[in-house]
């Protein structure tokens, strides 16, 4: 196990008194020090470079992060752990809940651009280029679009394996794995983790976006990588453009499953994950466990119906960009937002008030 992150548990979990249902397995990685997954794939990036930086001895290792989520409070948090210089570039949009936390690990936090490409360009060319490269030995951190992320991503898999044994649970019971797909580095770690065991051509796995950012399921359904010009999902921790082109790669050879949810339906789901397990997930994680709650959904993802005896793993992704207050507010906001909708005559010659009236009148 290693020092950036933490082996967590897998744990069956009852979401519905059926008799039919699947046996559902979480994999909790909201126990990672940064509060997701994110923890291992950047904590194993940074600590395997600045391992082989130090090893050489003649710079000092930089870490340079562009997120405004879990991905540069995971990067800020490893550093902290490695007593790594760390700076993260984060977008405007940025909650100012996720930028403190951030600062609380002692990170350098630069606010830049209108979203995270934005951050990303500011970072590379007006702060990564003006460091002294003959001191300083800079570590980029992608979000998720590097080898060694994935590598530490996998170990998901190994624990996974090592609990399902414990348990006594045979992995010929396994009929799918569930994670939610933003730009595809967990994906890929866990695909990778399950080629080390020759499960990946026997172990489906179901990808789920939310719609407004579902652009592994757009690439699949145009057979080839695209990239989205605006992401409008509330769930921002899968609010990427593009996913890795060894994503594409990954989906295609293993016929991967894809599943697209509604932003409404994903926050109901957190909300009563939330009631029921007294833990706060956010919508980027909500999204997963929604088809434990809708395994109708699962079942035509997979193409078979499932049994008591199934097991299903879903990967419980974690997150640290959600209250229980941000998930109510945004859930009355969407409840409003489709009763406006459904509302006849509605155009943009309304008034804001009038608009407003009309929300009223309808709930």
């Not at 069956?12 to 291992?40: A, D, H, I, M, T």
Request: positive net charge; charged residues 20%.
């Amino acid at each position: 196990m290693s020092v950036v992150y933490n082996k967590t548990p897998l744990l069956r979990k009852v979401f519905q008194n059926s008799q039919n249902l699947p046996q559902f397995f979480l994999k909790y990685e909201c126990l990672q020090p940064s509060g997701s997954f994110k923890s291992r794939g950047i904590g194993n990036l940074i600590l395997k470079s600045a391992t082989q930086i130090n090893k050489i001895g003649n710079k000092k290792p930089h870490v340079f992060a562009s997120s405004g989520g879990n991905a540069g409070f995971a990067a800020a948090t490893a550093c902290k752990t490695l007593n790594l210089p760390c700076t993260v570039v984060v977008p405007k949009a940025t909650k100012q809940r996720m930028v403190e936390k951030i600062k609380d690990t002692g990170a350098n936090v630069i606010i830049n651009g209108a979203h995270w490409k934005e951050a990303d360009i500011f970072l590379k060319n007006s702060i990564m280029n003006k460091i002294d490269n003959n001191l300083i030995e800079p570590i980029y951190v992608h979000p998720f679009d590097n080898p060694q992320i994935w590598e530490g991503h996998s170990t998901l898999v190994d624990e996974m394996i090592e609990s399902l044994e414990s348990q006594n649970v045979p992995l010929t019971k396994i009929k799918g794995i569930v994670c939610s797909v933003g730009g595809g580095g967990l994906y890929n770690g866990i695909i990778q983790g399950l080629e080390r065991f020759n499960l990946a051509n026997k172990i489906p796995i179901v990808g789920v976006e939310t719609k407004g950012c579902h652009v592994f399921n757009t690439s699949l359904k145009m057979n080839k990588p695209i990239q989205f010009e605006k992401i409008t999902s509330i769930a921002t921790s899968l609010g990427t453009a593009n996913i890795s082109d060894k994503t594409f790669e990954y989906a295609k050879k293993y016929n991967t499953k894809s599943v697209v949810v509604e932003d409404i339906d994903v926050i109901e789901t957190c909300l009563n994950y939330t009631q029921s397990s007294n833990m706060v997930t956010e919508p980027a994680c909500g999204a997963a466990i929604h088809l434990a709650y809708h395994t109708d959904i699962l079942e035509k993802a997979l193409g078979q119906k499932l049994s008591a005896d199934d097991v299903i793993l879903i990967i419980a992704c974690g997150g640290s960009s959600n209250t229980i207050s941000d998930l109510e507010t945004t859930l009355v906001r969407l409840k409003e937002e489709k009763s406006l909708k459904n509302i006849p005559f509605i155009n943009s010659t309304l008034t804001e008030g009038e608009k407003h009236t009309l929300r009223l009148k309808s709930l």
